[in-house]
């Protein structure tokens, strides 16, 4: 999709959009993350609170595992807008993945009988009967759409959140995708149950967000000084949580940055060393950009040999995932079965070949979103389980 000049600066646009979204919202927060993006994000919607003397919710979700420097951050924002704000720091054990380690795919935040990266924060959530749709170890991907909803109070809802078209090929599809609307403002989209996401400065670049708070002197992560200092360029600087399929590229910054933190990193989960030495390697070795097989294999054999290496739950996992893409394709034009390789099968556009197989399981890609999977809901992950184990018997794959 092109990109359309609307004629004014982004600066001036963020403010519209923000104003835009008080003026059709009556219940409205702020997902914030305590990034660079996320953090201008909060500043200009404040400003535009207190013009209305308005309070607006605030969201983070404290993955445990985070830079300390980012905790202090956040607290510091805290206390300068409590007077305009209604927090809500989660501190409750969601599910996310651990692309570092086949031995423990996932892992749980803030998990019952591990020793945590650190303390719980003085004015968290962590009450299990906060939420009343709450379950222990649900996913990110559950947990927020369900608090949009919560907070709505069956009103009309807008959360704002801070991500920019130009930092990731995801992000930009996120915000142009076909789904539905706000009154066609493209940057909102439906949420479910009268809750919309608005993006109000997704078409920012990187040097906006720096020129913005140099030149208003607005307070921000000083995480990233430290990393400019390590030599990390302004366009690869990111915090969030550091075990994730893109997130493990940034592993190995913590030993520098934050030695002590980075100690109890590795302790929290397998792999996680791993991770920081070869996340930014190319190959085989974490499935980054070229991949090879073994001499004497095809790239069908290669994954049996891949599956058949792996932990048996994990195997398993993996088999129910492949079996589910080789029947969709089967019933698609593939009934003899799909290609070994195709050229640009391991790109962004989903072509059906074995080696994408192979670079899905490579990269620990455990919901196999390279093969254009998203993640199982974790309330119906055992039902799924036993389903595809019939499944897989009734159509004659991986029995």
Known sequence: MAKKPLGIDVLTAA?????????????????????????????LVIDEAIKRNRKVGVLFVDW????????????????????????????????????????EPEWICWERGKEWVRELPRFSISNYGYFDFYTYGMTFEEFVPAFGQWYGKGKLTACFVGIRSDESLNRYRTIVRDKSKFE??????????????VYPIYDWKVQDIWVYNAKFNKPYNPIYDRMHQAGVSIHQMRICEPYGDEQRKGLWLYHILEPDTWGKLVARVNGANQGALYAKESGNILGNIKVSKPEGHTWESFAMLL???????????????????????????????????????TGSQDMPSWRRICKVLLRNDYWCKGLCFSPTKSAAYDKYQKLMKRRRQQWGIFR
């Open 64 to 103: 445990e595992a985070q830079y300390n420097a980012t905790i202090e951050h956040i607290t510091h924002m805290i206390d300068l807008y409590k007077d305009h704000i209604e927090l809500y720091w989660i501190t409750l054990p969601l599910l996310t993945t651990n692309a570092v380690s086949m031995y």
């Open 307 to 345: 599956l058949g290496s792996m932990p048996t739950t994990t195997s398993e996992h993996y088999k129910n995932k492949i079996a589910v893409y080789l029947k969709w394709y089967s019933d698609r034009g593939y009934s003899r079965g799909i290609p070994d390789y195709l050229q640009g099968d």
């Open 184 to 197: 066609d403002k493209g940057f909102t989209t439906w949420m479910g149950k009268g809750a919309y996401n």
């Open 15 to 43: 403010r519209e959009r923000i104003a835009y979204t008080f003026d059709n919202f009556p219940r409205i927060y702020v997902s914030f993350s305590g990034g660079k993006d996320s953090s201008v994000m909060f500043h």
